[in-house]
């Protein structure tokens, strides 16, 4: 059957093809989700499951030559979640939530890496450049999956905010340490140390930061009052597919760029109508990159993976979970926060995804392919079970609609808040977020 599937695709031309298989993206992640959503699954475990079946692994009804030629709309899409994230680093956000999320932040990214590292390399004797590169990679969180699944359930309130500052920080946080890592394991494969080895990627990611705030006050120059709809948004898509393109050209993540372009046009603006924008015109093409992502999932790579591959997710969660436990404790916050923050950390996907391929290209050809077969299935399967993990989350923290009406009744009839045992109802714990920060 593969071989019927590539002999269809051989006799058609290349923009034919091109059209046809993201036709059949489109359409497979659509049916799947009609499935998740009966068994009460995020949409994006349901692309993720779809990119499987029409994958090479399974159906084959995108090759795997054809799903080479994909790369492109992760690049894409990536830069239109990392311009969303940047909406929720608004001044007067940060100025409430002070210091603390970025402490938070920092003491959850980094028990993940350093448990992964430690662990992968004392347990199963890998070198450390291998170790210390997953280590980086797993400080990553998804926040697609994250956003995506706050939007289908319509979760609003502190809780949620606070989890949207910790995502977005998160990557910005992975993307140095990545940075960071490698280019230590880069330098320590040559002989002598240079400092350009060291400082070049670091200059590189500071470059697409600046070149990001840069591109976030022309935009504000350029979005007039006199703009029609249409044409802001025309000019922020172009922007950020010119951001794409340069990080692109210097093997630069679009995330940190276009995450500081939507933090500076929404702070100098305090334009929230074009994100709205942009979240209207987004779904498509987000939800082709959780399709291209199931479809980069290589069965066999599961087995060649083995024990490492497992332990990695293992370790991952359980780092992440108590290094916002305990950074939620040492930043007093709140006990959902404690609680279930870690929870929401789970999923991991595109950011990884991309950064293992980076790590590839550094590493010698033998530890990259091991590398790979580590972050490919267990993303696929972080973001199967994560944003599960993530709906749990915020309806244990109260963040749903119907438990933030419930709080706002009981504030408005003087009631109190309950402190009993744990086996509360949602409710309870709705009352409890409105303190989070």
């Known amino acids: ?13 290349d923009t034919t093809r091109v059209l046809l298989v993201l036709s059949i993206i ?6 799947v989700t009609r499935l998740t959503k009966k068994l009460h699954f995020p949409d994006v475990s349901g692309y993720i499951l779809a990119g499987i079946l029409i994958g090479p692994c399974c159906l084959c009804f995108v090759p795997e030559p054809m799903l080479a030629r994909m790369g492109f709309i992760s690049d894409i899409a990536l830069a239109f979640i990392a311009f969303g994230v940047g909406r929720f680093f608004k001044k007067d956000v940060l100025k409430n939530t002070g210091i603390g999320v970025a402490v938070l932040t920092l003491f959850e990214a980094l028990a993940a890496g350093i448990f992964v590292a430690l662990v992968l390399r004392f347990l199963f004797a890998l070198p450390w450049a291998l ?11 998804a926040p697609a999956s994250t956003m995506m699944t706050i939007r289908q359930y319509g979760a609003k309130g502190k809780f949620i905010d606070t989890l949207l500052q910790v995502v977005a920080l998160d990557d ?10 490698a280019a230590a394991v880069s330098a320590g494969g040559v002989k002598g140390l240079s400092a350009w080895a060291f400082a070049r990627p670091i200059a590189y990611n500071v470059g697409a930061l600046l070149l990001g705030a840069l591109c976030g006050l022309l935009l504000s120059k350029l979005l007039s009052p006199k703009r029609s709809r249409d044409n802001r948004l ?3 898509v172009a922007m950020l597919l010119m951001l794409s393109g340069i990080c692109a050209a210097f093997a630069v993540s679009p995330l940190l760029s276009c995450m500081v372009f939507g933090a500076v046009y929404v702070n100098v603006t305090k334009d929230e109508g074009l994100f709205e924008q942009i979240n209207d015109f987004a779904p498509p093409i987000t939800s082709m990159f959780f399709v291209v992502s199931g479809m980069s999932l290589s069965l066999p790579a599961l087995g060649t993976a083995g024990a490492v ?5 293992i370790v991952r969660i359980v780092g992440k979970y108590f290094g916002a436990y305990y950074g939620a404790a040492v930043t007093r916050q709140n006990q959902v926060v404690k609680r279930y923050l870690g929870l929401a950390l789970i999923p991991q996907a595109g950011v990884a ?4 391929f980076l790590a590839k290209r550094i590493l010698p050809e033998e530890m ?4 790979l077969a580590i972050i490919l299935p267990s993303s696929v399967l972080y973001e199967l079970v994560g944003p599960w993990c993530a709906k749990k989350a915020i309806i244990l923290s109260g963040s749903l609609p119907g438990c933030l009406k419930e709080h706002r009744k009981k504030q408005e009839t003087g009631g109190q808040e309950e402190t009993g045992s744990e086996g509360k109802s949602a409710a309870h714990n709705g009352t409890l977020h409105g303190t989070v920060l």
């Open 368 to 371: 990259g392919d091991i590398l």
């Open 1 to 13: 059957m593969h071989k019927a599937i590539e002999q269809i695709y051989a006799q058609m031309g």
């Open 26 to 31: 489109l359409f497979a992640g659509f049916l």
């Open 131 to 141: 170790a210390v590169l997953l280590g980086a990679i797993a400080t990553a969180t």
């Open 172 to 181: 910005a946080v992975c993307l140095l340490i990545f940075s960071a890592a």
């Open 353 to 356: 995804i991309g950064l293992a």
């Open 234 to 236: 025309i000019l922020a």
């Open 309 to 313: 591959g497992a332990v990695y997710m």
